[in-house]
Nanobody, 116 residues
């Protein structure tokens, strides 16, 4: 099972920015998608942003235009740049890696709190 290591969560003010990182050990040569889900208080985990194996990003409507996902293949790291943060972005953000013929791997989660 791949161990995904997230970092970058914390406290931000509304309108502020944070960048999350997710590092995977070793090289990931092929995958269906890698990216981020989040779980807001009292809500189920939800899709947020991913990159597929062709390098194409996809975003939830709630974050489109504010969040940007990117991948540094040399560092085996995926980033989520979060701008124009809103109180409703408060959540635990989970890194996810889905590969062919392998169980989906999840990180431990990193907490993001948006509050004034």
């Amino acid at each position: 099972q791949v161990q995904l290591a997230e970092s970058g969560g914390g406290l931000a003010q509304p309108g502020g920015s944070l960048r999350l990182s997710c590092a995977a050990p070793g090289s990931i040569s092929s995958f269906n998608f890698i990216g981020w889900y989040r779980q807001r208080p009292g809500q189920p985990r939800e899709f947020t942003a991913v990159i597929n194996g062709d390098g194409n990003p996809a975003y939830a409507d709630s974050v489109k235009g504010r969040f940007t996902i990117s991948r540094d293949s040399a560092k085996n790291t995926v980033y989520l740049q979060m701008n124009s943060l809103k109180v409703e972005d408060t959540a635990v953000y989970y890194c996810v890696l889905d590969r062919p013929s392998t169980a989906t791997a999840w990180g431990q989660g990193t907490r993001v709190t948006v509050s004034s």
